[in-house]
Structure formats: structure tokens, C-alpha cells
């Protein structure tokens, strides 16, 4: 299966501020998403983006398939942006997800 | 929306005791997944499903069976509970194409004593 790097593991964060979450992963992919899992566990899709680059208001993604990168940006962080940010690609040809250790993201007021 | 709905968010079970997780998707999605997920490891496959009765072994099968007899519910089925498969346990569906996401339940959180 694919190896997944996410970096930085833990950041925090003063509010207000931005951030750059990276992951990188070991084969080419034919899928990748980012997920952001909030304190009761509960995993929210944030992004379905194998290639490109999306946005949805604070936050947007980009994935450059053919270096094997995708990045994840949020920009004027909040409170409720806490949590852990999991990187998940799939590798071409296979039905499921392959998913990093994640970003531990604690933003302070 | 999709809707992924696990039947318990927390179970407490024996050491021994054979548990049944459920999990049910309102899409008519043909793709189930069940993950794993303990700390410092995120998340590991245990099985999936791509269709009625039909089933594929993930990273960590071992100790776990599974079942669907119909389209939108898949079972994991603990034989013999063991106290190293305490962990969160998270559902997932999906639809017929690769190129689709994954949507996942809110996780049941098994303790076995």
C-alpha cells in the first residue's frame, strides 16, 4: 500500500492566524482526501481532490499528483478548526484509502 | 447528504464475548469499508465490501469477520473479543467508481474488559 507522511504532527496555533498542512505520499494516486476529525471523533470529509485545487471558504487544497504532494491550507484559523487532519489517497487501480498518522491542529483564542 | 449510520457510539463487552458492530448507508452506495483506528497509527483497513455478499481482506483482518446480506448494512463481527481490539472502529461507504470519496459514520468506541 501507499506510505503516508503528514508534517507538521502537532501545531498550534494563535486565532486568527494561517496554516500550511503537507502530506506526502509514495505512489501515484487516483484519489485523495482530507479529512478533519473534531474531538468526538467524528471524520468530516473537507476535500476530494486526487488532482488540482479546490477551496471552501478558510480553506483550500491542492494536490500535485505527479510529485506525489498534496497540501492543505487554512487561513484565518478558528477555535473549532482543533483537531486532527488526516491526508487519505488512494493508489491507482484499488478500492480503498490509505491514511496518514495526522496533524494535530490546537488553535488557541 | 450521504448518511452513514453506526449503531452504537459506545459499547463496553467481555473478553470472549462475540460483538456485532452495524453500520448502514443511505445511498445505495456498493462500496463498505471497515477501519480501525488506535493512537499513533490512524486509520487501518480491516475489510471491505464492493458488493452484496462480496468481500476483500484489508491490512488487519486478523480476529474479524464480516458480513452483508444487503446492500446498504455491513456487520463486523468480533468471534472472540480480545482486549487488544479495544479501539475505535469507523464505518465508511462509497460509491461504485474509484473516483469517488469515502463517507464515514461518527465511529463506535469498543472497550473490552
Known amino acids: 500500500g501507499i506510505q503516508v507522511e503528514q508534517s507538521p504532527p502537532d501545531l498550534i496555533l494563535q486565532e486568527g492566524a494561517n496554516s500550511t498542512l503537507r502530506c506526502n505520499f509514495s505512489?501515484?494516486?487516483?484519489?485523495l482526501q482530507w479529512f478533519h476529525q473534531n474531538p468526538w471523533g467524528q471524520l468530516i470529509n473537507l476535500f476530494y481532490?486526487?488532482?488540482g485545487t479546490k477551496q471552501n471558504g478558510r480553506l483550500s487544497a491542492t494536490t500535485v499528483a505527479t510529485e506525489r504532494y498534496s497540501l492543505l491550507y487554512i487561513s484565518s484559523s478558528q477555535t473549532t478548526d482543533s483537531g486532527v487532519y488526516f491526508c487519505a489517497p488512494g493508489e491507482t487501480g484499488a478500492n480503498n484509502l490509505f491514511f496518514g498518522t495526522g496533524t494535530r491542529l490546537t488553535v488557541i483564542p | 447528504d450521504v448518511k452513514v449510520t453506526q449503531s452504537s457510539r459506545y459499547l463496553v463487552k467481555r473478553t470472549g464475548e462475540k460483538v456485532f458492530l452495524e453500520c448502514v448507508q443511505d445511498?445505495?452506495?456498493?462500496?463498505m469499508f471497515w477501519y480501525r483506528q488506535d493512537p499513533g497509527l490512524g486509520l487501518r483497513l480491516i475489510y471491505f465490501?464492493?458488493?452484496?455478499?462480496?468481500?476483500e481482506k484489508g491490512d488487519i483482518p486478523e480476529g474479524y469477520s464480516v458480513s452483508r446480506e444487503k446492500k446498504e448494512r455491513f456487520s463486523l463481527i468480533l468471534e472472540s473479543a480480545s482486549t487488544n481490539q479495544t479501539s475505535m472502529y469507523l464505518c465508511?461507504?462509497?460509491?461504485?467508481?474509484?473516483?469517488?470519496?469515502?463517507?464515514f459514520g461518527d465511529g463506535t468506541r469498543l472497550s473490552i474488559l
Open positions: 465490501s464492493y458488493d452484496v455478499k462480496m468481500k
Open positions: 505512489d501515484s494516486v487516483n484519489n
Open positions: 445511498m445505495d452506495h456498493e462500496n
Open positions: 481532490i486526487p488532482s
Open positions: 465508511a461507504s462509497r460509491g461504485g467508481q474509484i473516483n469517488q470519496p469515502q463517507h
